[in-house]
């Protein structure tokens, strides 16, 4: 069985642009988390996906947005980037009523 | 607001021995916590996890206590290995409420195993 899938796994961009990362989650699995992993931070949640529906967002401005596609694919967003967006963006995805979590190996975003 | 906090930054132990990580959290909606492993540049990888209903899971090496009355858990690793070397991260989550769905996790401790 295919584990969570992230691409691409690195990404240079200058601050200003914005900037796609995408998720493929466990088959079977409709519920897509994101989060950003900071070494001043740690794992902060960005928000998270189930049917196509944002649940519930974590702490971040606008600029960070994202969506789910109906094959449960999802993608994250960053616009107006700045030098604090470089991050470690994890994606996780989870059974219906599942409590554990699968990450991906993440996508290494850094803003120059 | 930190609601999960693992207090040690860092642990070092010798191969062979009791490896133990804590972890404190302050939110009583949580009812289920989970341990992950992590090695750098890459996703964390779920270790064990315990619900709210038990005091002690255990899988192979790996066992984790929960005192819901101190709101604290620990990660027992018996015997360390050296490729027990990672950082481990404490989560939790609250099955129901406006953060369904939401993990949180602590900082990490950097656990080191020597030979």
């Known amino acids: 069985k295919a584990g969570v899938t992230q691409t691409p796994r690195y990404l240079i961009k200058t601050r200003g642009q914005q900037v796609t990362l995408s998720c493929s989650p466990i088959?079977?699995?409709?519920?897509v988390s994101w989060y950003q992993q900071t070494p001043g931070q740690g794992l902060q949640f960005l928000f998270e996906?189930?049917?196509?529906?944002?649940?519930n967002k974590g702490n971040f401005p606008g600029r960070f947005s994202g969506r789910q596609f109906s094959n449960s694919r999802s993608e994250m967003n960053v616009s107006t980037l700045e030098l604090g967006d470089s991050a470690l963006y994890l994606c996780?995805?989870?059974?219906?009523?599942?409590?554990?979590?699968?990450f991906g190996s993440g996508t290494r975003l850094t803003v120059v | 607001d930190q609601q999960v906090k693992q207090n040690s930054p860092s642990l070092s132990v010798q191969e062979g021995r009791i490896s133990i990580l804590n972890c404190d959290y302050t939110?009583?909606?949580?009812?289920?916590f989970l341990w992950y492993k992590k090695y750098p540049a890459e996703g964390p990888t779920f270790l064990i996890s315990?619900?709210?209903?038990?005091d002690k899971n255990e899988d192979g090496r790996f066992t984790v206590f929960l005192n819901k009355s101190a709101k604290h858990l620990s990660l027992h690793i018996v015997p360390s290995q050296p490729g027990d070397s990672a950082v481990y991260f404490c989560?939790?989550?609250?099955?129901?409420?406006?953060?369904?769905?939401?993990?949180?996790f602590g900082r990490g401790t950097q656990l080191t195993v020597w030979p």
């Open positions: 996906y189930f049917s196509e529906t944002q649940r």
């Open positions: 088959s079977g699995h409709r519920s």
């Open positions: 989560a939790a989550s609250a099955g129901r409420g406006s953060t369904l769905g939401r993990l949180y």
């Open positions: 315990i619900s709210s209903i038990k």
């Open positions: 996780a995805s989870r059974q219906t009523g599942g409590r554990g979590y699968t």
């Open positions: 939110n009583s909606m949580f009812d289920y």
